[in-house]
C-alpha cells in the first residue's frame, strides 16, 4: 500500500481534513495522505476509478456521483462534516477539457467549463478554512473562463489566495507539466505555493533496470499488480521506432522513408513534432496525457527499447509510488487514470504548506 505520514512522538496532532472532488483515480488524495490529511471521501462520476481510489486510499470513500446534482449538505449528512471548519480543506481539479490546449470534442468539452462553479457551491456552504485548485493553464486565458468569477466570489467570501501557472518539474515530479495551481485561505495568516526544488528530475532517475524497469517488448503483459505492461504496436511503427534515433529522437528520422512516412506530415516537418517522437533519458519527460500508452499521441516513446513507456512507468512519471495498483481491465483505462490525475508528490507538497499554516503560522 502507498506510504502515509507518521507523525513523530509527542508531535500535536491537528485533525486535517479534506474533500476531493473531481478525485479520478486518487492523485490529489494519494498525495493529501502522506502529507497526513484525512481525506474522508472523493468524489467523481467515473466508476472506473472507484475500485482503484478506493483500494489505494483505504479510509477515504469513492462517492460516484455527479457534482452537478449533489446536494451541498450531503457531506454533513453522510460523513457529519461541518461548516465553518478551519481545518477543513475542500479541493477542486475539475477536467479541464474546455480550457485544454489539446483537441477535444466540442460537446463533450463544454460539459467541463462550469465545474468549477460548481464546486463553488460547497465552498460557500461549508465555508472551509481551505480551498484547493489545479487545473490547466487555459484556465487563466481562456475567453470563455469561469476563473474571474470564481476569484470574485472567493474575495467576496474574504478569502485570500495565492494562484500561479507552475511546472510540476520543480516539484519532485519527473515530468513537464505546467499546471494552474490555487490555494486559498480565510484564515488570518499569508500563505504561499510550495518552494521549488533545486534539481530537477530525470527519467534516468526513475526508470530503467536499476530503478526496477527490465527491458520489455511492444505489447508485454504483466499480470502483477506492478503492471509493467505495454501497448502493442503494428508492424509499420516497429519500423519507425526502429529508425527513430534513440534518446528524443523523431519522425524527422524516416520522414523521406516513402514507406514509413505519414501523409499528413509530407511537408509539415516542424507540425506536432513530438508524435512519434522518443522520450529523453536526461531530462523529465514531456506531459503524461490520457494517451501516454500510443507512441501517435506524442513523446511517448521510451528512449532506448521499440515501445511506448508502460503503465508503470507512466505512473511513475506522475509520482505515483510503485504499490499504487490500478484496478482496471485495459492499458486504456489505467492511463486515462493516470493521465488525468493531479501528480501525488506535488498534492504532498500543497498538503505540507497547509499543515504548516495551521500549526505554526510557518509559509
Known sequence: M????????NEQIIDYKAIDFFCGGGG???????AGINV??????????KETYEFNNPGSTFVLADVNELKEEYFEDNFQVTRNDDNLILVGCSPCQFYSIINAPKVKAKKSKDLLLQFQRFIDYYNPGYVLV???????TNKDTVLPEFL??????HYKTIM???????YGVPQSRRRFSLIATRLNKEISLPE????IKRLCDCLGEENGFPEIPAGHNDPTDFAHSVAGLQEINKKRLAKTDKNGGTRIAWKDDPELQLPCYIGRDNSFKDVYGRMFWERPSSTITTKFFNISNGRFAHPFEDRAISIREGAVLQSFPKDYVFKTASIATAAKL???????EYAKRVGQKIINHLSDGTI
Open 338 to 344: 493516470i493521465g488525468n490525475a493531479v501528480p501525488p
Open 28 to 34: 490529489m488524495t494519494c498525495g493529501l495522505r502522506q
Open 152 to 157: 470574485q466570489f472567493l474575495e467576496n467570501k
Open 164 to 170: 500561479k501557472v507552475i511546472n510540476m518539474k520543480d
Open 196 to 199: 521549488k526544488d533545486e534539481e
Open 40 to 49: 474522508i471521501a472523493g468524489v467523481d462520476f467515473d466508476k472506473d476509478a
Open 2 to 9: 502507498p506510504n502515509v505520514f507518521i507523525p513523530a512522538e
Open 134 to 140: 489545479e487545473n490547466v493553464p487555459g484556465i487563466m
